[in-house]
């Protein structure tokens, strides 16, 4: 018969490495008591604890178990039946595997990639370290997509310690190392950690997640490059004043950026910011969707329904909301082709879902890299729709008003909404 534990680990506030137990524990359904640990250790602790680092843990019979896997691995094998360590022996073994890749090869950059800007008195910049650090960083992520490509998680089709270990590390990754233009690289990855952070016991834990446009080596740099331009300028500005001024240089030859595809559509009566205004600005049935119906182009724009291919691994609904706001905000470069509503439906705990109807200039599939492709477009099911059908431009209307039946979206009732204009 399970009886409720309580253990105590022992560390500094917010240590990453604390927080995979804390995960685990919220699984197996033991008490966790954080203890603030005063270093350097003192009397028994020092002779008990090897080199004095933290964390620790101190069992309810006064053992310890010290470094952060060996914590994981004690907390999350205390329940047998919720097989965090995995079931038969391949995925135990696996779990290991994947523990020893996090240990060997992700937390790993951390020494040159994060705590260079956070800790400078411990941890010293190398420009050439970086560059290679960060090379090496994305092959691993792109090692880890690839396994991902066809697995749900890491060493099971269910969670395993492997996934707890992983994710306070990707979050690190994710909010200070790894920009768009290295998460736009593993598209599976970020599959994964979307679908751990919609579970309860990884969202209680690590809580909100604030994604990076650029890395805080790409921040610096061009911090710096401001700063030396600046100093130039300033420099030339004093020496023009005592020189003569010298003779204009030819001017560059214009480069023009290659056009977006479809800017090359031939030119539409349908004017999408119009739309935008008028949906913004008047009550949306009786104003908005007949200036819509009156207006819109059939050849030059399409409607699309979308639907979450994971809607069943969603728990709580400001956690679906969150992924909506994430996935908008990484689609900003298409904005002026597109015009979308994304909703939430059902209750936390009790069955979440996404869905939503899009607008679309042209007849581009929305996963085309063009679009969405690139971004989080490949977690949803897609289906082109048609104003003419009665169901598709009744659907279409209830997610622009955010009420009505949703027939054929969702039996789950209407929670909150997003709209992309």
């Keep these: 018969k399970w009886r409720k534990m309580v253990l105590k680990i022992h560390s500094y506030p917010n240590n990453d490495r604390v927080m ?50 060996a914590i994981l691995y004690y907390v999350g094998g205390l329940r047998a039946d919720v097989d965090l ?22 937390w790993k950059a951390f020494a040159t990639l994060l705590f260079p800007h956070f800790r400078p008195e411990n941890f010293k910049t190398n420009p050439t370290e970086e560059k290679s650090q960060e ?26 310690v492997a996934d707890i270990a992983v994710m306070p590390t990707l979050k690190r990754v994710f909010e200070h190392i790894a920009g768009e233009d290295v998460r736009s690289q593993i598209p599976h990855v970020m599959r994964f950690f979307n679908t751990c952070m919609g579970k309860t016991n ?12 650029k890395s805080l080596r790409q921040k610096r740099d061009e911090q710096l490059k401001a700063k030396k331009a600046a100093e130039k300028a300033e420099k030339a500005k004093a020496k023009e004043a005592t020189a003569a001024p010298p ?10 950026k290659p056009k977006h595809p479809l800017d090359l559509l031939p030119p539409s009566p349908f ?122 431009k009744a659907l279409i209307e209830d997610y622009c008003a955010w009420d009505g039946d949703f027939k054929g979206a969702s039996e789950l009732e209407f929670n909150q909404g997003k709209t992309f204009k």
């Excluded at 360590?85 to 992700?106: F, M, N, P, T």
């Excluded at 792109?142 to 991902?148: G, I, N």
């Design 20 to 69: 995979r137990a804390k995960i685990a524990a919220l699984y197996v359904g033991v008490e966790l008591e954080e203890v603030p640990a005063t270093l350097p250790l003192t009397g028994e602790l020092q002779e008990r604890v090897p080199l004095g680092k933290v964390p620790f843990l101190e069992t309810e019979d006064g053992s310890i178990v010290f470094e952060s896997i």
């Design 85 to 106: 360590l995995g079931r038969s022996h391949l995925e135990k073994a696996r779990v290991v595997q994947w523990l020893s890749y996090v240990e060997s090869y992700i």
């Design 135 to 160: 090379d090496q960083l994305l092959k691993v992520l792109k090692a880890m997509d690839a396994h991902l490509t066809d697995n749900t998680y890491l060493a099971s089709e269910r969670v395993t």
């Design 202 to 213: 990884f969202a209680a834990v690590l809580g909100e997640v604030t994604l990076c446009d």
């Design 247 to 256: 003779a204009a240089p030819p001017p560059a030859e214009k480069k023009e």
């Design 271 to 392: 004017v999408m910011d119009e739309w935008k205004r008028q949906y913004s600005n008047n009550e949306t049935r009786p104003v908005a969707l007949p200036w819509l119906w009156e207006n819109i182009d059939k050849e030059g724009y399409t409607f699309w329904f979308c639907k979450y291919k994971y809607n069943d691994e969603l728990q709580k609904t400001f956690m679906a909301a969150n992924l909506i706001t994430g996935w908008f905000q990484r689609i900003e470069h298409v904005r002026k082709y597109l015009f979308g509503n994304v909703h939430v439906f059902g209750k936390s705990g009790e069955g979440v879902e996404i869905s939503g109807v899009w607008i679309i200039r042209g007849t581009m599939d929305p996963t085309d890299d063009n679009l969405m492709g690139k971004d989080d477009a490949a977690y949803y099911d897609w289906r082109k729709m048609s104003s003419d059908d009665a169901a598709d």
